[in-house]
């Protein structure tokens, strides 16, 4: 049985120093910046951690059972960041945190992947098997379709308008209904090209799973705890705080793996790991969100900004078009990274 390469344990080291230095500074009242800071770094390697072990768990286990192991624990440090954030009063942050997990993932690491993708492809041509983008477009695009109705709704002040929450709640189990319809039979008709030998064994594999996500939990604390005071330091707004840098430390750093699948030539698995995500995150975290709010003070629902729903609807749009046909080129990867920029950037003017 192999073991964890050397730069692999380094990386372990490094980020639960981390993460005990963010509880030192949120204990010992160091700045609130500095604390912030500490603890989104943390957050980004915990996520880390979270995907590596689910990953060696699943060369133990059945594909089937991986498949779910991974839709119910990959975005485990988002999901505590986004339960705090409500816990604490902080809506906006948490709703764009979650909107923001969507963008950074369909937008600015599905447009880093196409880009390097495409710049090793032969005739500079990313290619891959276009089933998996249609079937996360139909997800989002459901999901979309929801937060869509519920805007309109809203806008036009009609009856419906008065009952976002139930409305929110109900469409909540019916998008997890449509999740469900469509991961468990491609988790038991999933087949492994190859069974590579696992690493670590099954009971390191599940400590490290628990000590991901356990940190994630305390670190997730510690940041929301931080990030009232930091931002109004840093006069960012709470759209951009939640957009960017959360979505980004919460969830999109451990996707970035799609990129180096991608400079490896490994273009289906690439795209499959970036686009899978964000089916994910709209069918199966988005509606989950909003049923454990309605336990909390602060509650979760489909009613979003315009801003983030015309948005959203663009990307659902684009991401479409450019993924359909199975082919991707460097200056489409590009214009995704480029939509992400701009929205990020109307974001901190907000």
């Not at 909107?99 to 880009?115: E, I, M, P, Y």
């Not at 490994?266 to 995500?277: N, W």
């Amino acid at each position: 049985m192999r073991q964890l390469t050397r730069l692999e344990l380094i990386a372990l080291v490094a980020v639960c120093l981390v993460a005990a230095i963010a509880g030192v500074a949120h204990y010992a009242g160091w700045s609130a910046v500095g604390t912030f800071a500490i603890a989104a770094i943390a957050l980004g390697g915990l996520a880390w951690i979270v995907s590596l072990a689910t990953e060696q768990v699943g060369e133990h286990i059945s594909p089937s059972a991986t498949g779910l192991l991974q839709a119910s624990v990959g975005n485990l440090p988002e999901l505590f960041v986004v339960i705090f954030a409500l816990r604490a009063g902080e809506q906006v942050v948490a709703q764009s945190a979650i909107v923001g997990s969507l963008f950074a993932n369909s937008l600015l690491v599905l447009g880093f992947v196409l880009v390097v993708g495409a710049h090793v492809g032969e005739g500079r041509v990313m290619r891959f098997q276009p089933k998996i983008p249609k079937d996360a477009a139909t997800l989002l695009f459901v999901c979309v379709f929801i937060i869509v109705l519920v805007g309109l709704s809203l806008s036009a002040g009609d009856p419906a308008s008065h009952h976002v929450q139930a409305i929110s709640a109900i469409a909540a189990l019916l998008l997890l209904s449509v999740y469900l319809a469509w991961v468990v039979p491609e988790v038991r008709n999933a087949a492994r090209p190859e069974a590579p030998a696992p690493r670590i064994g099954l009971a390191l594999a599940l400590a490290l799973l628990v000590l991901g996500g356990v940190g994630a939990g305390f670190v997730s604390d510690w940041f929301i705890g931080a990030l009232k005071p930091a931002i109004a330091q840093l006069h960012l707004s709470q759209a951009f705080t939640g957009l960017v840098i959360v979505a980004i430390a919460g969830n999109a750093v451990e996707h970035l793996v799609g990129v180096r699948l991608a400079a490896k030539g490994k273009s289906d698995l690439a795209v499959a790991v970036v686009v899978s995500s964000v089916a994910q995150i709209a069918a199966f975290l988005f509606p989950l969100l909003v049923l454990v709010s309605l336990t909390l003070s602060t509650t979760l629902t489909f009613a979003l900004p315009p801003l983030y729903i015309g948005a959203l609807a663009v990307s659902a749009v684009t991401v479409w078009l450019i993924t359909e046909d199975g082919e991707g080129r460097a200056y489409e990867g590009w214009a995704l990274v480029v939509i992400y920029a701009i929205l990020a950037v109307v974001t901190l003017y907000e």
